[in-house]
């Protein structure tokens, strides 16, 4: 049932979001290159099945504080490499767990 007022728009294929979700991922990858560069150590984890990408920027071994990214990245970059995670990272020296 469709509210009132609202507009039921067809689904798109499935070939084409992921068509353009590549596009999309391939034309921001230098900006992310440049951000991953500038991060002391990044890594991939997975936490019950979901992927999390670990970025860390501190010089402080025992700072144990960290920060939790929640966002939609996946879909615009394609994967849990969220730019603004590497922000805050590298501006707060935290370690940011970023989900997908």
């Known amino acids: 049932m ?36 500038q991060v002391e150590q990044t890594e991939t984890e997975e936490i019950a099945g979901v992927p999390i990408q670990v970025i860390t920027q501190t010089n402080d071994a025992t700072n144990e ?17 969220y730019p603004m995670a590497y922000l805050f990272a590298q501006n707060l020296e935290l370690t940011i767990y970023s989900v997908d």
């Open 2 to 37: 469709i509210a009132a007022g609202c507009v039921q728009t067809p689904p798109i294929p499935l070939e084409e979001v992921q068509k353009a979700r590549a596009a999309s991922a391939e034309a921001k990858k230098p900006f992310l290159d440049v951000l991953l560069n």
């Open 65 to 81: 504080t960290i920060a939790l990214s929640i966002h939609g990245g996946d879909w615009t970059f394609n994967r849990a490499e």
